[in-house]
């Protein structure tokens, strides 16, 4: 995992923890993700390949979509997200 991977877990835990614990649709998340790296100082945001990302990221369980309705962190995904931060 990158710091790409990292901030959309972010992204999606930060959406939850601020809308009520609504999901993020995908809309949602690609527009705060674009908005984020826009400010990344590297300005390597070609290498950000966000499908890619998104789906890695749900088949290896840090994510899940329920029900087409949005995404949300799984118990995985909130576990690497506070080993990160710590």
Do not use: C, P
């Not at 710091?3 to 999901?23: A, M, P, S």
């Not at 993020?24 to 908005?35: D, P």
């Not at 890619?52 to 962190?73: P, Q, T």
């Amino acid at each position: 995992m990158d710091k790409y991977d990292y901030v959309i877990l972010d992204i999606i835990h930060t959406f939850r923890k601020n809308n009520r614990n609504q999901l993020i649709r995908l809309q949602q998340l690609e527009a705060n993700f674009w908005t984020r790296i826009q400010r990344d100082e590297s300005r390597h945001t070609q290498s950000a390949h966000l499908g890619e990302r998104i789906a890695r990221l749900y088949l290896e369980g840090y994510i899940v979509n329920r029900a087409g309705a949005g995404y949300a962190l799984t118990k995985r995904g909130k576990e690497e997200l506070q080993y990160q931060e710590g």
